[in-house]
């Protein structure tokens, strides 16, 4: 496997520290852009170190709105502590 480009590395290091882990568009930071951010997740995912979990955010008129949460993996923990 590649090693990590900087903002990877820099962009999961924070989801390390932050928030319990997870991250979505509506979490409070970014890097960058949200887009952005939104793209880097993405590209942690195939490697293991980020899982996408589609989770409910809400209810309305028995309508379900669904999100997806970026949450870090022990993997991703690891890499992101230097190990």
Do not use: C
């Not at 520290?17 to 951010?37: C, E, F, L, M, R």
């Not at 590209?43 to 379900?64: C, D, Y």
């Amino acid at each position: 496997m590649r090693p990590l480009g900087k903002i990877q590395a820099s962009v999961l290091n924070a989801l390390a520290n932050n928030k319990d882990g997870k991250w979505h568009p509506d979490i409070g930071w970014i890097w960058d852009t949200p887009s952005g951010t939104l793209k880097v997740m993405r590209s942690l995912v195939p490697r293991g170190l980020v899982a996408a979990v589609e989770e409910e955010w809400g209810n309305h008129r028995n309508q379900k709105f669904m999100r997806t949460v970026y949450t870090i993996t022990d993997e991703g923990r690891r890499i992101a502590n230097g190990g």
